[in-house]
């Protein structure tokens, strides 16, 4: 089913669609009605196996989440937050006019607002009522699964020692804390053009139960590794009001636990024939994975010097 059929059939005559951009997971569209403009979005089943429970927590997080900017959901013609038709789920959002992304902060304050912004979004959810959300893609962010399936492979790589050397990491990150965002990287917020206002907290598939810190290292590494320390800086400052109870060890390693996690996925990914991610050409998986060890090795490289921004940060936190 094409999506000009999907809106039709669930929300009504679409008078222009076009695809929208850059997303790794779900086929998205934007669409134009009679009602304005919104987001059409096909759930990915082959990485989202049950794309009910998907749209359940999202419907959840965004009754709970009132206060926040978030996306809201459109029914459908018979009142439903989403249409399955031929195995395929649909949704409909609405579309955030005079917006902007941004895959890096473009200021000190864009990474203030965005530490903010996930920050607050962990603090609203701490109150969400039972039952607590569940994940929606088994073992999503743990490193020791990602490991064993790796493992599993048996497979000689360059890389193995960096590897191995990561293992520790799973002891550190072993607790339930929070309920995390779970994505939290610039590019799923939307800004007010020409401002720093965070008009959107985009992709909710995978909002669930984690480690608090997952959320602060997968902003670092939007930061881009190294990180330029004014921007780590002001990321702390917003994110680290919203935290009841701030580790500095969790949040200097997080970085490493997330960049790591992301490096050994995508190399498994490329070993498996490119089943996750989405990618343009064989080998942009590997490209990728490169890269991210590379990362990898200048986070463990400078752990001190992390630890010593989080404790000057957690220092001011405390005196004001």
Known sequence: MTATDAFRTGWGEPLHVEALGGGHINDTWKVRDAQGTWVLQRINRDVFTNPARVVANTERVIAHCRALPLARLRPTRDARPALTLNGDTWRVCHFVDNTESHRTPPTTAHARAAGDAFGRF???LRDLPAPQLQPTIAGFLRLSGYLATFDALDVATEWQSLIDRQRALCDVFSRE???IHADAKFDNLLFACESTEVRAILDLDTVMPGHYAWDFGDLVRSLG???????LEALLEGFLPHV???????LTLAP???TAMLAIRRLTDH???DRYFRVTRRGNNLTRAQALF???RWLEDNEAWLRQCVERALDRLSKT
């Open 177 to 179: 804390n929070a309920t």
């Open 256 to 258: 490493r636990y997330m």
């Open 122 to 124: 962990q603090r609203t």
């Open 244 to 250: 009841s109870e701030p580790d500095a060890r969790a």
């Open 225 to 231: 590794i190294p990180p330029d320390a004014a921007m």
């Open 271 to 273: 070993l498996q024939g």
């Open 294 to 296: 590379a990362q990898v």
